[in-house]
């Protein structure tokens, strides 16, 4: 089961703490590199798609273009949005928070690609069954913005019910779906999705990197 993964990360830091201890063969492809190492005898093949929902959506194709990924997984940080105990979580829906249509009452959500027109209706995107983790399982927003608004980001919380945000995830798990290759994500969560969001993101980096990090290689030796 899952002969190759794919490993897809917004930045270089969460990407550089996935098997640190690994030599590795890496390699230019499209614009992005491609880190390949092994793991319980799979062929673990790392990128950094850069931020945002393109970038991610690409590289997700990408590595199941040419490198046959045959299970896609997301990695790294995240800011927060509710009180959900822990600080590193596994992702259970993953549901993009910018896309649908701009009302005169407001903002009206609807699942991504889906007509904007009519009824509202926002159904998320269910990540694939995984060895369990022990880490608590939420749902993720994904948003084409980094997150320094404490009202957006609690309107975001009340109205779609996600507990963590980040800029990638929603987007691989919708070009997951038009390629039928399951995926799932790790993320560690970095700052609060507020005002103090930026510093608090540089500050904490690395930190959470290496949990996501540390989480989703125990999650791929158990699979």
């Known amino acids: 089961m899952f002969k190759t993964i794919g490993i897809i990360t917004g930045v270089d830091a969460e990407a550089a703490a996935l098997f640190p201890g690994q030599s ?13 190492v092994q793991s319980g005898g799979r062929n673990i093949a790392i990128t950094c798609s850069g931020i945002g929902k393109v970038n991610a959506a690409m590289a997700a194709m990408m590595l199941v273009e040419h490198y046959h990924a045959d299970l896609l997984l997301v990695v790294g940080t995240a800011g927060k949005l509710s009180d959900h105990d822990g600080h590193c979580f596994q992702i259970a829906q993953a549901v993009q928070g910018d896309y649908g249509a701009s009302r005169a009452d407001g903002f009206v959500h609807y699942r991504a690609g889906a007509w904007p027109i ?6 998320p995107y269910h990540a694939a069954i995984m060895p369990e983790t022990g880490l608590p399982k939420v749902r993720i927003i994904t948003n084409d913005c980094f997150m320094e608004s404490d009202d957006h980001g609690s309107r975001l919380h009340r109205v779609l019910g996600g507990d963590i945000i980040d800029m990638e995830t929603a987007a691989v798990a919708q070009a997951a779906a038009r390629m039928d290759v399951p995926w799932a994500a790790i993320k560690a969560t970095s700052d609060n999705a507020n005002g103090d969001s930026s510093g608090d993101f540089q500050a904490n980096l690395k930190r959470a990197a290496r949990l996501a990090a540390e989480a989703t290689e125990r999650m791929i030796s158990a699979l």
Do not use: T
């Open 118 to 123: 009519g009824e509202a209706h926002a159904e």
């Open 24 to 36: 590795a063969n890496s390699e230019p492809l499209h614009g992005f590199m491609v880190r390949q």
